[in-house]
């Protein structure tokens, strides 16, 4: 859920109805800002009347970078839209053209971009594992094919596809073919 508290949009990443023995009841929440990503503890008094935000979540494909944009097509509407590169943020490292994604707008302005949870890439260039090495020991760089860097395993080579964490960059285990 958005909220609209004074003119800027604000998610609820948590919530909690707390009733005291004494006093009236309230609800404790987290919330984030849309656009800044600052995230702070707001408390509401019990009924107090809060405006929720209309937030349109489609699903979309990421089908380019256009300079610092990346352009985005409605599958169904075929309606493209440019997000700008602070927009999509960290996800920016894990797109591939053709990947759905989901992007939330406000009053046709794009707040966020949501990536699938992980994601399917190969490893562009890593360094050869050494003699030994085991999938119990310690991790070395990889590039990515989207450019990204992120830590695998030593027994990981150049050409493979790995499933990789989009809210982390986590490695998470190998793509058989």
Do not use: C
Not at 122 to 149: M, Y
Not at 153 to 164: I, W
């Amino acid at each position: 859920m958005v909220l609209n508290l004074e003119n800027q949009l604000w998610s609820v990443v948590s919530f909690q109805h707390v009733k005291p023995g004494k006093g009236p009841a309230f609800v404790r929440t987290t919330l984030k800002h849309v656009l800044s990503g600052k995230v702070v503890d707001k408390t509401f008094n019990a009924g107090t009347k809060v405006e929720t935000a209309t937030v349109d979540r489609r699903s979309m494909t990421y089908l380019y970078a256009d300079g610092t944009d990346f352009v985005f097509m409605d599958g169904e509407t075929f309606e493209q839209i440019h997000v700008s590169k602070e927009v999509v943020a960290d996800g920016a490292n894990y797109l591939l053209e053709n990947t759905e994604v989901t992007v939330a707008q406000h009053e046709g302005v794009a707040l966020y971009v949501e990536l699938p949870t992980s994601l399917e890439l190969v490893i562009q260039h890593t360094d050869p594992g050494l003699q030994g090495d085991r999938s119990t020991g310690g991790t070395k760089p990889a590039t990515l094919e989207t450019g990204a860097e992120i830590q695998v395993p030593l027994f990981v080579t150049t050409g493979e596809k790995v499933k990789v964490d989009t809210r982390d960059g986590r490695y998470l285990g190998r793509v058989s073919s």
